[in-house]
């Protein structure tokens, strides 16, 4: 089973930006889709972006314009470019491969703070 990897959380300042990565221990090409959501405590997972293996893309209306989803099938990575970052885009955030039968794969999360 593919096991997947984030990285590229950490602090950083309001208006700043974050590279973060998931890494997959294998192959993603088979994975039908690959997305990003984000955890705060108290609130349900939220879907921030995702990817199709045939490179369509769909963002959250709160992430549109700032942030930037994109997979690499050849390094098996998905990346989410995270740009003019506010205090309210803190939270944890989980990559996950969604196969074409419908399993789903997390990853263990990376946090993301933002400080005002």
């Known amino acids: 089973q593919v096991q997947l990897v984030e990285s590229g959380g950490g602090l950083v300042q309001a208006g700043g930006s974050l590279r973060l990565s998931c890494a997959a221990s294998?192959?993603?090409?088979?994975?039908?889709?690959m997305g990003w959501y984000r955890q705060t405590p108290g609130k349900q997972r939220e879907l921030v972006a995702v990817?199709?293996?045939?490179?369509?893309?769909n963002y959250a209306d709160f992430v549109k314009g700032r942030f930037t989803i994109s997979r690499d099938n050849a390094k098996n990575t998905v990346y989410l470019q995270m740009n003019s970052l506010k205090p309210e885009d803190a939270a944890v955030y989980y990559c996950?491969?969604?196969?074409?039968?419908?399993?789903?794969?997390w990853g263990q999360g990376t946090q993301v703070t933002v400080s005002s």
């Open positions: 294998g192959s993603i090409f088979s994975f039908n889709v």
């Open positions: 996950r491969a969604d196969s074409m039968s419908g399993f789903y794969t």
């Open positions: 990817i199709s293996n045939g490179g369509r893309i």
